[in-house]
């Protein structure tokens, strides 16, 4: 693949996650009843900065929970006949909770939707946004973020991606495009 632009770099990615602390705080009118719920694998750094973010303009912690979609993905019938459910990493109880859902991009929806499956496999939440860093268009489904760091109109033939310094070992969000 070949790089065809940096649209986040670090210190874009660091406000941008400040903008989105401070507007989960604003719309929900403080920060009672959130749970952030990462999802696996970019997402969960994600929503650690957003709660670190929260936690030093409110001074309280935000749970941040992990949430894997592997098994409630649509294509995963051309996988296994019949998956086994798993739900590590849901400790906490999110029943009448407001669930964030925290994701690096936002391309189809169907990761959301799976997401979404899954909170409702787990529990009742009374209600849940979604937060993403990047929203790059192409919905193939109703779904929209709540809130959205950037809005980046692709191609179909490009691949955003995003690089966490705890993952990747840097912070940028680049296009690339491919060959």
Do not use: C
């Not at 632009?5 to 989105?20: G, P, S």
């Not at 649509?74 to 086994?84: A, K, N």
Request: avoid cysteine.
């Amino acid at each position: 693949m070949k790089t065809k632009a940096v649209i986040l770099d670090e210190k874009a990615i660091e406000r941008a996650t400040t903008r989105i602390a401070n507007e989960i705080i604003e719309r929900n009118k403080g920060i009672e009843d959130i749970i952030l719920v990462g999802i696996k694998t970019r997402g969960i750094p994600f929503a650690e900065r957003l709660a670190k973010k929260i936690k030093g303009i409110e001074g309280k912690d935000v749970p941040v929970l992990t949430l894997d979609i592997t098994l409630y993905r649509d294509d995963l019938t051309e996988i296994y006949d019949e998956p086994v459910v798993k739900n590590e990493g849901f400790n906490d109880d999110i029943n009448n909770k407001i669930i964030v859902l925290v994701d690096d991009v936002i391309f189809t929806g169907r990761t959301v939707r799976a997401a979404l499956d899954a909170l409702v496999h787990m529990g009742r939440p009374r209600k849940v946004q979604l937060a993403v860093l990047i929203d790059r268009g192409h919905r193939e489904l109703p779904i929209r973020p709540d809130y959205i760091g950037k809005n980046v109109p692709t191609s179909r033939s490009e691949i955003v991606s995003v690089n966490f310094i705890e993952v990747d070992g840097l912070d940028q969000v680049v296009i690339n495009e491919k060959r």
